[in-house]
């Protein structure tokens, strides 16, 4: 138990998907200008990389690495399917995505308008694929361990377009000099932001 909690209080904080490898910032970027759009996406990415996450390892173990299929009998056990990696994870991330936008586009349709092109688009984000990439290169032993995984860094990735979006915000009615507006400043910030989530990676719990 102590292990998957340390597991995810490093996927939010040290490993955080935004600031310590850059990945989905263009979402990042262009949908924290308000919390409200922000937590309904973060949401939405949190769900995608917990189900898909140990859905690709379920893949990836069972199926695709070399030996996985030795279930199937003695013959099939030097079979190495590793190369349907990349087609297969993206088929799961897509499959999740679509679900995901018919149910937001059903029950909260305001959220979905606000959203626009953002939504679909998570079936590409680049922290979605990395997550199950990690997933397949750190090779966790368990499937609670990938679950915990996934849940650190989608919750992470949720947590850090948050707090833009509420620093933003906040500094909407700022004098900020006119260089500086827009992107500029979010850039600023995320480095600011990056900085700090760097400082818990000196705490052992």
Known sequence: MENLFNLFIRNV?????????????CSYLAVSKTVKTSMGLGVAVIFVITVTVPVNWLLENYLLKEGALKWLGSSFADVDLSFLSFLLFIAVIAAIVQLIEMVVEKFAPALYNAL??????????????????????REYGSIAEATVYGFGAGFGWALAIVVLAAIREKLKYSDVPKPLRGLGLAFILTG??????????????
């Open 116 to 137: 626009g092109i953002f939504l679909p688009l998570i079936a590409v984000n680049c922290a979605v694929l990395g997550a199950a990439l990690f997933m397949q290169e």
């Open 13 to 25: 904080f040290t490993e955080n998907m935004i600031f310590a490898y850059f990945l989905g910032m």
């Open 192 to 205: 600011l932001l990056a900085i700090a989530f760097m400082g818990f990676s000196g705490i052992k719990i």
